[in-house]
C-alpha cells in the first residue's frame, strides 16, 4: 500500500548549479496532561511540552572550503495540544518589545529561531537573525527540568521577574561565538527592537556576553547583558534591565549537581529601582532507563514597598522508552511570599501569598 | 543544473544518539473552480480541496521494540486558492470553543491534527492532541464525496446543524482505539475546552466513543458523543449536546452503497431543547479510470416554533490520471424547506427557503 | 552521536497505491544589516532578505506518461530578522484587495506561491492558485537586483506607484503558459477577487498576458495587464488599472545590460485619471567570483495638480563564497521631486522632496 520516496532537496537560483548538500528535518512532539491546584480554582488540560517544547525545523549546513561554513536554522514551536502556533516571542512580547504583536490561536512563525551563519574552523562562528539571548542560556543551562514544564525554574519567570520580553529570545540580532579553546567558550551579542523613530526608538536595543568553561564533568557559565527600554511610571519591569547569571555543574556520574544565581536591574526611579534575584539548586540521578529531577529554585522582586519572594520546589522522573521517546511525570509546589502569587498549570489564587501546586505526566517523542 | 541530495533526518536532543527512523511528508493540493447560484447572487472564483482538503503534514512511527511502537502526525489545512491557512477550527473556533480564535488570512498550524502516540501491536493505540473527533468521523465516513467541496454531506455542516464547535476535530484530546479484533474496532475519547477558571469552566469538555465491524466488502460504524456547554439564550446551538452517529457502507464491486444517520440534541430551554437530524445516502461507481459518485442527504434542525430542512442531491464524477492526480467535476442542489436557508459555493439568497445549486470543476493532486 | 535517516515521502489517500516520486524542499534564508540616512531620522536594524527573499518551500512533479505531468509548488516567505511570515500579499494587501487581511508579526503562510499544474511536453502548462502576475514578472525581471534590497526597482514601489495590490502577486488565479517555440514564450492569466456579493463583488478580478523572446544572450518581454476596483474618491491609487510592461536585457559577456518601462493608468475620475510612469536602465558586471551590480530607476505619479517623481541610483556587490551562499552590500540614493517621498531603509523624512540614502551588507544562503 506505501509506495515511498526519497525526498530529494533542490537548491534554487537563477542559473547555478549548486553543490551536493543535506538539509535536516527536526522536531519534538510533547504532550502533557496537566494538573493545577490553587487557592481559588484548579485547573486540569492537556498541555504541551512538558519535558521538551513542541517544535518542528528545518536546519543545515554547507561547506564552503578551506575551513569555512556556512548554516541556517528555522525552527517554529507549536502548541501539539491544539495545533496552533506557540508564541516564541520573548516574554509573549514582538521584536523585543513589552506588549505587542501576538495573540493565542496563531499560525507556525519560526520564532524558536530563525539564522544564518558563517562558521570557520579556527575563528567560531558569526550569526544573524532570531536566536535565544545569552542571559537565557546561562539562565536555563543549570536547570534540571531544562526551563520545560511545571518544574522549570523560576530563574526564567518573566511575569514576575524583571526579565522583560528579551529574556528568553532576541530579534533583529547579531551574535558571534568563539570556537572551544580546551574546554573555554565565550559569546557576544547586540541586538535591535526594531521600533520605529521616535522617542523610543532604542527600546529594546540592547547587548549580552557569555563565557564558560566546559570540560569533563564540569561546567560554568557567566554572563551579563543590558537592555535599553524607556522607564514607565506604570509599569515596574520597564526601564534599562541589567541581567548578570553565573551557574555550575557537576556530573558526579551517580548524579549530575547544579546551581546557577541571576540578578536583574531595573532603571526606574518611579519604583526605586526594581531588583530580581534568582538562585536555583538542582540535581539528576541517572536511575536504569529512567532520571529523577529535583531542584529548588526562588525568584525575589524589590521594588519600592514591595519584596516577593517565591519558592519553588520541583521533582520528577523521566522514564526513556528509547533514546528518542519517553513518558515522565514532574511534581511542582509553589511557596508565595510579600505578595507573589505564582500559580501552577492554569490554577488561580484567590489572593497573594497563597501556594499552589501542580503535575505534568507527559509523553515526548523526538524526530 | 539540478544537484540533488539526500534530505536527513536527525532526532535532536541534548546528548543523546538516536535510532535511525523515517519522517513521513505528505500533502494534498486541490483547486477548483467554483460556481455557485442563489436566488439573490451568482458566484464563482477559485476554491480549494474540492476533492480533498489541501494540505501539507508531517508524520513518523519509531520502534520501540517489544511490540511498541511512538508516532506523531502534525498536519496543516491550507487554501490553494491564495496560500493562507485553513481555519480547520471546529466550526470556526478555537479549543472546542463557540466563536473565538480564528480569522481569515491566517497562517499555517497544524490544527487538522497534532498528535503524538504510544502505539501496542497487542492493544491499539493511545493518542494525545488534537484530532477528528470520533462523531465527525462517523458522520463523514458514510459520504461519497469525502465531506469534501460542493457535494459534501449535510450531516457535517454546522451552521444549520446543532454539532456546535466539536463537529470535526477537538483539541487537548486524549483518544484510545483498541487494535482490529477480526473486524471489529473500536475508540473511546475523551477533550477539554480549555476555558479559563470561572462559571463557563467545562465549557468545551466532552466524551465520546465509535465502534464498528469493517470486514470485506462490509463497514458499519455507530458513535455516540457528548459535550458541555452553559446553555445561551440567545444561540439555539449552544447549550450541552449530544451526538449519535449511525453509518454503513457496502461495496458490491461494480458499486458501492452508503447510508448514514445523525441525530443531535442540544440541552437548551429557551429554544425547547432544540434537535438536528441527518440523513445520507450514497453511492460510488467506477467507470473505467473514473468513479462516478451520488447522494442524497438531509438535516432537519427543530426547535421552538422552527422545523427547518434542508435537501442536497450530489452528484459527481472524478477521473484519475494516476493514483495521486485527477480531474473532478461536481454538482450539488440544495432544496431549502422551514426557514432553511443552505447556499453553495458563495451564492447567496435573497430569503430562506428559497433555493441554491452549484459546480466544481478541479484539479487534485496528493503528494 | 548523529544518526541519520532518510526522509521519505508517503503519497496519501484513501485506498491506493501511489507511483514514486520526488519531493522538492527548498528555501533561502537571506539577513541583511540595514542602515537608512533620511532628513528627519537615520534607522539601522536587521532586515531580510536583501540578496533574495527568505523563504522556504516544497514542490514536486508527478509523471503521468504521454507527455503529461501534474505539479505542485507551495512557498511561504519568512523573515529571517525576526522568524515571522511575511507578508507576501501584494502590497500587503489579500486576495487582491486594498486594505485588507495582513497584520506583522503574523505566521507562515504560503502567500509567495500555492499552486497545483498540469503540464504537457507538447503544449505547455496549465496553474491554478497564487502566483507572481505577469505584469510583476516582467517588471522585476530587468532589474539587476532582482527587487530585492535597498537597490530594488521603483518600477514595482506601489506606494509609490499605482500598482494595487496586484503589483507582485494574484490570488485565485488560473494561468496558461505555452511551451518555448524557438525562444518564444507566452502567458495569459485571469484573477477573481474574492469579494462577497455586493456592488463591489468584482473588485480585484482582472486578466493579464506577457509575451517574450529569450535565446542566447538577448531577452525581450512584453506585459498587459486590467483589474477592477470601484473608483474611490478618497484614494488616487483605486480605480479599474491598466498596466504596460516593456523590457529587454542583453548579455555581452563583460557585462549584463537591461532596460525596462511600465505604464500604469488608473480610471478614477476625481483626480483626473492618475498615470504612472516607471523607467529602470540597470547592468551587472561579473568580477572574478562576484558581480557588480548597477542601476537607475524612475518612477513618476501624475494626477490633478500633482506631478511626483522620484530617481533612485543603485551600485551593489555580489561576492559568491559558493554557488548558493553569498556576501553582499548595496548603496542606494533616492532623490525625490514634485511631492514624492521615497525614504530607504527605515528612515523617515521631514518633508516631500527630501532625498535619503540606504545601505545593505549582508548574508544569503540558499538552500
Redesign the interface.
Known amino acids: 500500500?506505501?509506495?515511498?520516496?526519497?525526498?530529494?532537496?533542490?537548491?534554487?537560483?537563477?542559473a547555478?548549479?549548486?553543490?551536493?548538500?543535506?538539509?535536516?528535518?527536526?522536531?519534538?512532539?510533547?504532550?502533557t496532561?496537566q494538573f493545577g491546584r490553587g487557592s481559588?480554582?484548579n485547573?486540569?488540560?492537556?498541555g504541551s511540552g512538558g519535558n521538551?517544547s513542541?517544535r518542528?525545523g528545518?536546519r543545515?549546513v554547507?561547506d564552503?572550503?578551506g575551513g569555512?561554513k556556512?548554516?541556517?536554522w528555522?525552527e517554529?514551536g507549536?502548541?501539539?495540544?491544539?495545533?496552533?502556533?506557540s508564541s516564541?516571542?520573548s516574554g509573549g512580547d514582538?521584536?523585543n518589545q513589552f506588549n505587542?504583536?501576538?495573540s493565542?490561536?496563531?499560525?507556525?512563525?519560526?520564532?524558536?529561531?530563525?539564522?544564518?551563519s558563517?562558521m570557520g574552523d579556527s575563528w567560531g562562528e558569526f550569526r544573524?537573525?532570531?536566536d535565544f539571548s545569552l542571559q537565557y542560556l546561562n539562565a536555563s543551562a543549570y536547570d534540571p527540568f531544562?526551563d520545560n514544564g511545571v518544574g522549570s525554574t523560576l530563574l526564567t519567570n518573566t511575569r514576575m521577574g524583571l526579565g522583560g520580553p528579551v529574556a528568553t529570545r532576541v530579534?533583529?540580532?547579531?551574535t558571534y561565538f568563539t570556537p572551544n579553546f580546551g574546554g573555554f567558550y565565550g559569546a557576544v551579542q547586540a541586538y535591535?527592537g526594531?521600533q520605529?523613530?521616535?522617542t523610543n526608538?532604542s527600546n529594546g536595543n540592547g547587548y549580552g556576553a557569555r563565557i564558560g568553561y566546559k570540560n569533563g564533568p564540569l561546567d560554568v557559565g557567566l554572563s551579563y547583558a543590558k537592555t535599553d527600554y524607556a522607564a514607565d511610571a506604570a509599569d515596574y519591569r520597564v526601564g534599562d534591565i541589567k541581567d548578570w547569571g553565573l551557574g555550575a555543574s557537576y556530573d558526579f556520574g551517580m548524579a549530575s549537581v547544579m546551581a546557577a544565581y541571576r540578578k536583574q536591574e531595573v532603571n526606574n526611579a518611579a519604583f526605586g529601582d526594581p531588583e530580581g534575584t534568582g538562585y536555583i539548586v538542582g540535581a539528576k540521578v541517572p536511575v536504569g532507563a529512567g532520571e529523577i529531577r529535583a531542584s529548588w529554585s526562588r525568584f525575589e522582586t524589590e521594588f519600592t514597598g514591595v519584596d516577593a519572594k517565591a519558592d519553588k520546589f520541583a521533582l520528577g522522573y523521566v522514564h526513556n522508552?528509547?533514546?528518542?521517546?519517553a513518558?515522565y511525570t514532574t511534581f511542582a509546589y509553589v511557596k508565595n511570599k510579600g505578595g507573589a502569587g505564582v500559580a501552577l498549570n492554569?490554577?488561580?489564587l484567590t489572593s497573594a501569598n497563597d501556594n499552589s501546586k501542580g503535575l505534568d505526566i507527559g509523553?515526548?517523542?523526538?524526530?
Do not use: C
Open positions: 500500500m506505501k509506495k515511498l520516496a526519497t525526498l530529494t532537496v533542490l537548491a534554487v537560483a537563477s547555478a548549479s549548486f553543490a551536493q548538500s543535506s538539509v535536516t528535518l527536526f522536531g519534538v512532539a510533547d504532550a496532561v481559588a480554582s485547573n486540569s488540560g492537556l521538551a513542541s518542528i528545518f543545515g554547507e564552503l572550503g569555512l556556512a548554516g541556517f528555522l517554529s507549536f502548541n501539539l495540544d491544539d495545533g496552533t502556533g516564541n516571542l514582538y521584536n505587542s504583536g501576538y493565542a490561536g496563531s499560525g507556525l512563525r519560526f520564532a524558536r529561531r530563525a539564522t544564518v558563517l544573524l537573525g532570531r531544562g530579534g533583529n540580532s547579531a535591535r526594531e520605529p523613530a521616535g526608538h522508552l528509547s533514546k528518542r521517546t513518558v492554569g490554577a488561580t509523553l515526548r517523542h523526538v524526530f
